[in-house]
Nanobody, 122 residues
């Protein structure tokens, strides 16, 4: 199982980015995909999660209304659309998968991808 995140970059305050997470080697139907981020000197925190069981999504409070998690089943790809970015969103972003789960506690994720750097300048 591999997860590959991409789409990060250097943008200005107010800009948008769309991160992608391609999942390969995956034969499961019941799982959750989460996006996490880790800023320098900070702990990794959950940003958003989507459950394949029921399609429910959730978001960390600071990104509600700005970020949207979605999926393209045909492409085994998950997205994180990030709008109205601020310098506080600067971090390495990771996608992760949890088997047989409907939410995304950081310690319960089973597979992690490499991160993609998002830098927002003021």
């Amino acid at each position: 199982v591999q997860l590959q995140a991409s789409g990060g970059g250097l943008v200005q305050t107010g800009d948008s980015l769309r991160l992608s997470c391609v999942v390969s080697g995956w034969g499961f139907e019941h799982y959750a995909i989460g996006w996490f981020r880790q800023a320098p000197g900070q702990e990794r925190e959950g940003v958003s999660c989507i459950s394949m069981e029921d399609g429910r999504t959730n978001y960390e409070d600071s990104v509600k209304g700005r970020f949207t998690i979605s999926r393209d089943n045909a492409k085994n790809t998950f997205y994180l659309q990030m709008n109205s970015l601020t310098p506080e969103d600067t971090a390495v972003y990771y996608c992760a998968a949890r088997l047989y789960g409907t939410n995304c506690p950081r310690g319960a994720m089973d597979y992690w991808g490499e991160g993609t750097q998002v830098t927002v300048s003021s």
